[in-house]
């Protein structure tokens, strides 16, 4: 027997289906016409000026001149039109405050930790994310530290509620931190803890075990992994499941790429050519001595995300770490690079203060620019390139019909430190470019003056 439903209980349940239609029916599309800028696609010419039609969140055309009717025109008189900017390699979201510990959580404890998850762990809160809004950036990819294997990293954009709202794509990448393959050659009666003193021979047998652990690390990876396939849905019983080897399962097959941080050219070269013997598809990130290899990565197809042009992290100066380097070697590596025919794409390091400072990432792209690296490929290192090795090229990256209508305009050239950003749309709604920084500004500029 059903029992009857009461007039508030009935109520309850009309505003809940109510609730239920307006979330399935998508609310009247809006189009949108941006027009007056130069656009700056980024995959072909730049328009000057053009036009952007918005429909649906996605860009509906792109053209000098779009003969439609659209619900709101946007005049963007004088400004520039860029699609959003991309890091691909930071700490953004992960690090607050360097010097408080309770708000850095880029790091867990262990050296093979494939499942963690960093998009998990960002601070949608974080007053440094508007910060970097505020300068043309619109996504970002937060990399696990702490280890060797550290995990993976999802893509995230920089609005949204929760860290769900703020995910776009999961997982990118796994992310190994190459062991180091310097030695110390300092004498054991110079040394300033002698009991931490160690041979050249022992540190080089130290080093050979460091990357024979990686390497049976990921050769264990590739046996679950076929083992799994092998035996289809029923191949391991629930027991048998092992988390780390599942998270580990696309990279063991090379279905996603496994981003390696590496700087030493040393590291550099055992990296490239372990991923070419086992066929694995890496990204090279940091690659301060990329430079010096680079004809050897164009041959095997590897991307490089070049970190730090000025090489200010982790307490070092903006002098080459080599007194045999140029002092430009940094300033001219990218053009190097790009002459050999690798895709360059630019990064601020990881860190505190690279989270910080993120903002900046259009002016690393501008300084090679200033050492002989052709502005459009600086544009495409921050913007396509970045889209096209994370996956997501078929949706960022470039202003083109049929993309997300993530774009933002700027008073002038994105590679001028001089210029401002405007306005900023993301998949084709206008967001805030409120941050801290405007708040203090409005905050000081009304503050009663002497008379």
């Known amino acids: 027997m059903q029992t009857p439903i009461s007039d508030p209980a009935r109520h309850i349940v009309g505003l809940a289906l109510g609730f239920c239609l307006s979330a399935a029916v998508p609310a009247f599309a809006v189009t949108v016409l941006l027009t007056g800028a130069t656009v ?3 995959s ?15 860009i509906a055309a792109v053209d000098k001149v779009i003969k439609t009717k659209a619900d709101k025109v946007v005049k963007l008189d004088g400004e520039h039109l860029y699609p959003g900017l991309i890091a691909a390699s930071t700490s953004l979201g992960l690090v607050e405050i360097n010097a408080v510990r309770a708000t850095r959580d880029a790091a867990e404890v262990g050296d093979y930790t494939p499942d963690v998850e960093s998009w998990v762990a960002v601070n949608p809160d974080s007053e440094l994310i508007p910060v970097a809004r505020a300068n043309g950036i619109t996504h970002f990819l937060p990399v696990p530290g702490g280890g060797i294997v550290t995990g993976q990293s999802g893509l995230m954009v920089v609005d949204g509620w929760t860290t769900e709202d703020m995910t776009v794509k999961k997982p990118v990448a796994l992310h190994v931190f190459w062991p180091g393959m310097e030695l110390n050659t300092t004498p054991k009666d110079e040394f300033k803890d002698k009991s931490k003193w160690k041979s050249l021979e022992d540190q080089a047998k130290e080093r050979r075990e460091k990357i024979k652990a990686l390497e049976d690390f990921f050769e264990e990876a590739r046996a679950y992994s076929k083992a799994r396939e092998a035996g289809g849905k029923n191949g391991l019983p629930a027991q048998n499941v092992v988390p780390a080897w599942e998270a580990m399962r696309p990279y063991a097959r090379g279905d996603l ?10 590291q550099i070269k055992v990296a490239v050519n372990w991923a070419a013997t086992h066929s694995y598809k890496i990204i090279l990130a940091g690659a301060r001595d990329a430079w010096k290899v680079a004809d050897l990565l164009a041959t095997n197809q590897v991307p490089v ?5 000025y090489n200010q992290a982790s307490g070092l100066s903006s002098t080459p770490s080599r007194d045999t380097d140029r002092y430009d070697a940094y300033f001219t590596a990218p053009q190097t690079l790009h002459k050999a025919g690798v895709k360059v794409i630019f990064g601020q390091g990881l860190g505190g203060e690279e989270a910080a400072t993120i903002r900046n990432l259009p002016y690393t792209a501008a300084q090679a620019v200033a050492f002989g690296l052709p502005q459009d490929e600086a544009l495409k290192g921050i913007t396509l390139y970045p889209a096209e090795v994370l996956g997501v090229a078929d949706r960022l990256g470039s202003i083109e019909a049929g ?5 933002f305009a700027a008073d002038g050239s994105i590679l001028d430190i001089r210029s401002n950003v405007k306005r900023m749309w993301i998949t084709g709604r206008e967001v805030s470019l409120e941050s801290r920084h405007t708040r203090l500004y409005d905050k000081y500029k009304a503050r009663p003056r002497a008379k």
Do not use: S
């Open 40 to 42: 700056h696609t980024v």
């Open 44 to 58: 072909g010419p730049t328009l000057t000026p053009g036009q952007v039609l918005i429909k649906d969140g996605k």
């Open 257 to 266: 790429p496994v981003m390696v941080h590496a700087d030493d050219v040393r």
């Open 305 to 309: 995300i070049f970190e730090r042009i």
């Open 403 to 407: 993309k997300e209508a993530t774009v």
